[in-house]
């Protein structure tokens, strides 16, 4: 059987990364962090809970292995292609007309979103008066997504991704390939900027015309959810856009009377 | 086991289960008395033909899972492409995007391994024909939690080699054909 802990067990654990660390996942779904956290349990082969726990207190250079690992930093470029289409024929439109777009890409991970939406904003000829910020709780993920370095073996799925979103352009004209590696231009790097940012923690820090998190708080509780769109809404200005992932919903919110939902997109526009 | 005691049927399916699913779905009684998830590996997209297909032939509920949402007795709960879908101890589903697992997300193993944590014996898990080896490890946790593990026997499965591995492996409890798993699951009570 696999190596587990209690449900007793994950909230002493949750705890003591909150005490000790500052972090806090005591409202993040359980099933989901408790499989995370056996899987980190046989990944480094820990004898018994006890020198998990005695690990994450004690060795601040483990606890940043350990918030990555048990937060879920699995991405790709283009995901949903239908999802960025939307974002291209139905918000892009509306920006058109703005002198300065800023984006928040909301638990970036390693940041293949994020190019993807930089090379949308270019194609339609706004990437030159758009910033895109980029954040997430680890900063080791925004360092990767920073370098905007992506393995040559995606490019195939991503191209396709691409094609489905309606990109226009040869995908392959956006990175150059070494060896097993792709790099993306830098002209796309100019507009973004990289921050860590903790939704459960950190306040609004701008007002943005779009606003992507997707994927996100499916990790998280009810009330969380709800305390993460309010923040999405102090951070967007009027008829601003938030898009969220293929599953997720402001349905539940508080926030929902202020908001139009695009079709049957999960693209919400800030009437009120 | 009891079948009264059963709380939830999990089924799990890949490459040639969707004509078992049209065998056995349409022949469960309407008024089924509990909820039932459903797991197959299929391509990435986000339509809606698999839902209203077996919304077709079924005579209960069917429905795509959305997150934070309840299990519901009568309702055939079916996971959507490109997710792990588990489940919390309030028995509601959550969503989860992490890694594959066999290759897969979503991945059958995932999903009987945490319906196996709430449910334990109250669990019956099927797994249909498939040519993956997913569904085997799950089976091994609901084991040993004390629910039930049905393989459908790989000679009636369209492909024989996922069941086939369940058996292998000593974690199916019961091999049965397709009249046999819906003989079993119309005998669920409440």
Redesign the interface.
């Known amino acids: ?2 190596r587990s802990i209690s ?1 007793e067990e994950l909230e002493l654990l949750l705890n003591d990364v909150l005490e000790v660390h500052g972090y806090d996942f005591t409202d993040y ?4 962090i408790h ?2 956290v056996n899987r980190l349990l046989m990944l480094d082969s820990f004898p018994s809970f006890a020198e998990l726990r005695f690990r994450v207190r004690n060795d601040a250079a483990y606890l940043k292995r350990f918030v990555e690992e048990i937060t ?1 930093n ?1 991405t790709e470029m283009f995901r ?1 292609p ?1 999802a960025y289409r939307a974002i291209k024929e139905l918000v892009f439109p509306q920006l058109f007309s703005k002198p300065f777009i800023r984006v928040w890409h909301a638990g970036c991970s390693t940041g293949e979103e994020v190019y993807s939406m930089a090379i949308l904003l270019h194609e339609a000829g706004l990437l030159h008066k758009s910033l895109i910020y980029a954040t997430d709780i680890n900063p080791e993920v925004l360092e990767r997504a920073r370098a905007g370095i992506f393995p040559l073996s995606q490019m195939k799925q991503y191209s396709e991704n691409y094609i489905a979103a309606g990109g226009t352009e040869d995908f392959s004209s956006y990175y150059t390939a070494r060896y097993d590696k792709v790099i993306f231009n830098e002209n796309l790097r100019k507009r973004m900027v990289f921050a860590t940012h903790n939704l459960v923690s950190d306040s609004s820090f701008n007002e943005f015309q779009l606003i992507l998190c997707r ?1 996100v708080m ?2 998280f509780d ?1 009330n969380l959810q709800n305390n993460v769109l309010h923040l999405f809404d102090a951070s967007l200005e009027k008829l601003g856009y938030l898009a969220l ?5 402001i349905k ?1 919110s508080g926030i929902i009377p202020k908001y139009k939902q695009l079709e049957k997109h999960k693209i919400w526009r800030k009437i009120k | 086991m009891e079948k009264d005691k059963v709380e939830l049927v999990a089924i799990g399916g890949s490459a040639g289960s969707l004509e078992a699913l049209l065998e056995i779905l349409p022949a469960l009684k309407p008024d089924f008395p509990v909820p039932l998830v459903l797991v197959l590996h299929r391509k990435s997209t ?1 339509d809606t033909i698999l839902t209203n297909l077996l919304q077709s032939r079924s005579s209960f509920r069917v429905r795509e ?4 949402e309840p299990l519901r007795p009568g309702t055939l709960h079916i996971v ?1 492409p ?2 792990h879908v ?4 309030d028995r509601t589903f ?6 594959k697992v066999n290759y897969s997300r979503p991945s059958i193993d ?1 999903v009987f ?2 319906a196996a944590k709430v449910y334990q014996s109250g669990l019956v898990c099927v797994l249909l024909s498939g040519a993956n080896a997913d569904g085997t490890e799950g089976f ?2 609901v084991q ?1 939690l004390g629910g039930t593990t049905i393989a459908q026997s790989p000679e009636s499965a369209e492909v024989g080699y996922m069941p086939g591995q369940a058996i292998a492996a000593n974690t199916a409890g019961k091999i049965m054909n397709n009249k046999e798993i819906i003989a079993y699951l119309n005998a669920i009570t409440r």
């Open positions: 059987m696999e449900n779904s359980r099933a989901s499989r995370r879920v699995v949903d239908d994927n499916i990790y009810k992932g293929a599953k997720e919903t539940f | 986000t899972i959305e997150e934070k959507p490109d997710y588990l489940i919390e101890e959550s969503l989860d995007d992490s890694e995932v391994q945490s091994r946790q040993e």
